[in-house]
């Protein structure tokens, strides 16, 4: 399993990024897909997920409404579209797979894969 995760960067507050995940190395249109982040000093948290088919997702309440996953089963890349940024925002973003939705959201780390170098977010005027 392979995850190369970018399209992070500087942004001030309110505006928006689009972040990419190029997976590789597993069936890629089978695998529900995840975003997470890490903030400094802060544990893992997950952001949202995507079924393997695209059509229904999920998200933590502190980006639902803000942020929305898509993915390309043709291209094998995932995205995280990220609006109204806010401070809070800042972190080193992850993604994920697993052969279920529920192991993202719920961060069941033994279904996860490997975890990838991550893009780094950072919100501030």
């Known amino acids: 399993v392979q995850l190369v995760e970018s399209g992070g960067g500087l942004v001030q507050p309110g505006g928006s990024l689009r972040l990419s995940c190029a997976a590789s190395g597993f069936t890629f249109s089978t695998s529900a897909m995840g975003w997470f982040r890490q903030a400094p000093g802060k544990e893992r948290e997950f952001v949202a997920a995507?079924?393997?088919?695209?059509?229904?997702?999920y998200y933590a309440d502190s980006v639902r409404g803000r942020f929305t996953i898509s993915r390309d089963n043709a291209k094998n890349t995932v995205y995280l579209q990220m609006n109204n940024l806010k401070p809070a925002d800042t972190a080193v973003y992850y993604c994920n797979a697993a052969s279920r939705l529920h192991a993202l959201v719920a961060g069941i780390t033994e279904e996860l894969g490997d975890w990838g170098q991550g893009t780094q977010v950072t919100v501030s005027s």
């Open positions: 995507i079924i393997s088919s695209g059509s229904s997702a």
